[in-house]
């Protein structure tokens, strides 16, 4: 509807065993999104493609956020790995930290149940949590 904020969309390839194709399908599939999602082997794997080196350190990887960012012309991405997930946005961090942590609540719940869960599910999952110092995890649902 008119004058109705949209939902913002994120392009999350998953899985890129095809570096050169990833790379290139970028270029063409970016522009349509609001938000990309990388793991740390995409990230070197789009550095490489544009002859830059692949990051070494917590530094090199947020500079290297920031050089994809600024070259897609996105105001947001995401880095996972098994060790970490790192978000640049331009956006509130509030909104961001409650959507990270919802994201995390929808994993957790789906490795739980072995498949995608019902909102009951997530209801479930989260009665089950334990928060952080600032007991985090125990947002409202």
């Not at 990388?38 to 080196?53: I, S």
């Not at 956020?65 to 961090?93: A, F, I, K, W």
Request: with cysteine; net charge negative.
């Amino acid at each position: 509807m008119p004058g109705q904020p949209r939902d913002a969309d994120s392009l999350e390839p998953g899985a890129a065993p095809d570096p050169d194709l990833f790379v290139a399908s970028l270029d063409h599939l970016v522009p349509h999104v609001d938000s990309l999602g990388l793991n740390a082997e995409e990230l070197a794997d789009v550095l490489e493609m544009w002859g830059q080196p692949r990051p070494d350190g917590i530094e090199a990887i947020v500079r290297a956020m920031e050089l994809v960012g600024q070259r897609l012309n996105r105001s947001r991405l995401s880095l996972h790995s098994q060790d970490y997930c790192l978000t640049l946005t331009d956006g509130d961090p509030l909104v961001e930290r409650r959507a990270l942590l919802y994201g995390a609540l929808v994993a957790a719940t789906h490795a739980r149940r072995g498949g995608f869960p019902a909102a009951s599910d997530l209801r479930r999952t989260h009665g089950g949590l334990r928060g952080g110092p600032d007991n985090s995890a125990h947002e409202r649902v």
